[in-house]
């Protein structure tokens, strides 16, 4: 082997270590929030006591029904069944301009969020989507009637849609 073909192996395997380091630090630098939940604000939103103090998160991705709207209080019912109380963890996607986290929230394993959609509690956001297979969730929703997918078309209006109203 030619010492210029050497140097250029080298290289290579160089720049492949280099980038392997660069993602696994990137995914160790996603910060995680634990906490016991202690308040279900609405369909996609907690209060977490972290580190001895309230912590309002806003769940990523999804959006459910305003208070006004059909579907409302068993989109926070089925919230509620599943993390009131419970210690749970956060991983932090963002912040809000109401100064909130925004995050994927987990217990016990399971991804609540996707539960939610899943379920046919909740629209996936698509403004803020990352994960596009939410996409399926709630078309598998959509099609078996679940959830806020059994109301009328008229009082399934998205959270979105209404507020702009």
Request: one cysteine or more; aromatic letters at 8%.
């Amino acid at each position: 082997m030619s010492a210029r073909t050497l140097r250029a192996h080298l290289l290579a395997a160089t720049s492949a270590v280099l980038l392997v380091l660069a993602f696994t630090s990137s995914i160790a630098s996603v910060t995680t929030y634990t906490g016991k939940v202690i308040k279900v604000v609405d369909g996609d939103t907690i209060h977490l006591l972290f580190e001895g103090k309230p912590l309002k998160v806003r769940l990523s991705e999804i959006d459910t029904p305003e208070r006004a709207q059909p579907w409302y209080q068993r989109a926070r019912e089925a919230l509620a069944g599943k993390v009131a109380g419970e210690v749970v963890s956060v991983q932090e996607v963002d912040w809000d301009r109401y100064g909130r986290l925004v995050g994927k929230v987990w217990l016990d394993g399971r991804d609540v969020n996707r539960e939610l959609v899943a379920e046919g509690h909740a629209w996936v956001c698509r403004t803020y989507l990352r994960d596009p297979t939410l996409l399926d969730d709630e078309d598998s929703a959509r099609a078996a009637g679940r959830g806020l997918w059994a109301l009328p078309d008229a009082e399934r209006t998205p959270p979105w849609e209404w507020r702009r109203r």
